[in-house]
């Protein structure tokens, strides 16, 4: 009996939602050389050509005001490129991107990191182009500053950013150029399945955990929002002219880093835009550093690129630096059935517990009321309490071993004893909550044919049935999750 429900509940973990099956990355970019440095005849003012000086001031927008700092080469002769920088995600002070700051401004490009706006970002709500909007209040100071030369203004994203810098130079065509750093290019959910998956597959989990990725990433958020996580960056890219440099680093496994230059190559092109540039660096991270510092080269690839357009725009080689690599393709993530979707997440959980909890609430509520519910016969009550506690038991051991493992990939570690061992330990204690569960019952039963109605009376059959079917609810969730072994 225990083998078969154990079984029946892998059926059901397989068949109840999306599965995983991420398809091969098949399409291939070569650099055409390691060399990353800028081709074309173009004469460019090295990094560190010019002293540096800044200062930070206040930029009023519509409704916010934001602290915005400008990097600036001192005595550079003639008016000079200018460069603003979009935060990623995980930014948004204008203390920001110093260090490419200060390289741009030695080579005489003006650089302006304002602060990122926060009164109208949060983890559940932000909009694209309205944070392109405020941007662009910046981008206008910048190209109206003494000694920027307005028709070489244009724009530096990372990471998030990137998503929104096309939005930017579409609404404003006098955005001169675009460099997209660690740009996903494909939708956040997208990328956010892709990066969870090139992660947990670092760091070597079993493959049936994975299907966990649509299944939480596909879902709507119980109570809504994160609308943003949809958004698709593609009808602006389609209608870019600006010339665009990209740049990825090759132990950014958060990226899809040959699909993402291939998109945009092709977006572009709708535009009749042939203007791009893509550079690699390799064991570079997120924000092209190598052991926490900037890259060999990336700041002399900025600095020449940016101060010899256009000429620098179509130089060759085009694409350039170290063997970018991809495995999967990232693409849209299946949503999982009603039962198991948005707001029924947290439902079908409270549920559960709450079956669970409802017998100690009777027993507790019955001695206060000083009318005891009659006890079970032994040994139901201790099976009943085993068979709750074993069930819980199994998802606080799920939670904290997914919490483990995502502390591993996000610091790019591997434990194979905790990950493997893990996951079996895991399968045990399913299995052993089926086994409770099924003994519970049928102590139950037999004292159901031993004793009729005097086993329980309709307290204690509340008790008991409440146990069992809060225990049932939670092995069906945990099933759902992957705790139990599947045959597909």
């Known amino acids: 009996m225990v083998l078969a429900i154990v079984i029946g509940f892998g059926v059901i973990g397989s068949l109840a939602g999306p599965r995983w099956t991420p ?42 005001t934001v602290a915005a700092t400008l990097t600036y080469p001192v005595d550079a002769p003639g008016e000079r490129p200018g460069m603003l920088f979009m935060h990623g995600a995980g930014t948004a002070s204008n203390d920001n991107f110093a260090d490419q700051a200060s390289a741009l401004a030695s080579a005489g490009v003006y650089v302006l990191v304002p602060a990122k706006r926060m009164d109208t970002y949060t983890t559940t709500s932000r909009s694209y182009p309205a944070m392109a909007e405020d941007y ?14 307005p028709t070489q203004v244009g724009i530096y994203g990372e990471s998030e950013g990137a998503w929104i810098a096309p939005i930017a130079a579409v609404e404003e065509p006098g955005v001169a150029y675009l460099v997209l750093v660690s740009a996903p290019i494909v939708p956040p959910r997208e990328q956010f399945a892709f990066a969870t998956d090139s992660y947990l597959r670092n760091v070597g989990v079993p493959e ?29 890219q389609r209608q870019l002219t600006q010339p665009v440099l990209m ?12 699909q993402g230059p291939l998109t945009l190559i092709d977006d572009i092109r709708h535009a009749g835009n042939q203007s791009y540039t893509v550079r690699y660096f390799a064991d570079a991270n997120h924000g092209i550093r190598v052991d926490g510092e900037l890259a060999d080269g990336f700041v002399d690839v900025l600095a020449r690129w940016t101060q010899g357009l256009p000429a620098t725009a179509m130089a060759e080689p085009r694409i350039a ?33 709450a079956l669970v909890l409802l017998g100690p609430a009777v027993w507790l509520g019955s001695r206060l009321l000083r009318r005891p519910t009659r006890a079970l016969p032994p040994p139901l009550a201790r099976f009943s309490a085993a068979t709750a506690m074993s069930a819980l038991a199994v998802l606080v051991v799920f939670a904290a071993y997914i919490a483990y493992v995502a502390t591993l990939a996000l610091n790019y570690r591997t434990d194979d004893l905790v990950v493997d061992g893990g996951w079996i330990v895991l399968h045990a204690l399913g299995i ?17 044919r031993t004793l009729g109605r005097r ?21 069906l969730i945990a099933a759902y999750w992957g705790v139990f072994p599947t045959l597909f």
Request: hydrophobic share 50%; net charge negative.
């Open 321 to 353: 630096g170290a063997q970018p690599e991809q495995a999967f393709r990232a693409a849209p993530v299946d949503h999982p059935r009603w039962y198991a979707n948005g707001d029924m997440l947290v439902f079908s959980l409270l549920g559960a517990c």
């Open 432 to 448: 052993l909550a089926v086994a409770v569960a099924v003994r519970s019952v049928a102590a139950g039963w037999n004292a159901w």
């Open 455 to 475: 086993a329980m009376s309709i307290g204690s059959a509340v008790i008991w049935g409440s146990a069992h079917l809060g225990a049932a609810a939670l092995l």
């Open 23 to 64: 398809q091969p990355m098949e399409s291939a970019i070569v650099p055409e050389t390691p060399d990353v440095a800028i081709g074309s005849d173009a004469v460019t003012d090295p990094v560190g050509t010019y002293e540096v000086a800044s200062e930070t001031f206040d930029v009023e927008l519509d409704g916010a």
């Open 136 to 149: 662009l209040v910046s981008w206008h100071v910048l190209r109206d500053w003494p000694g920027v030369d």
């Open 208 to 236: 049936a955990l994975l299907r966990a990725i649509p299944r939480g990433l596909g879902a709507d958020v119980p109570g809504g929002g994160f609308d943003y996580v949809d958004f698709d960056v593609t009808p602006w």
């Open 247 to 258: 740049v990825y680093g090759t132990d950014d496994a958060a990226m899809p880093t040959i």
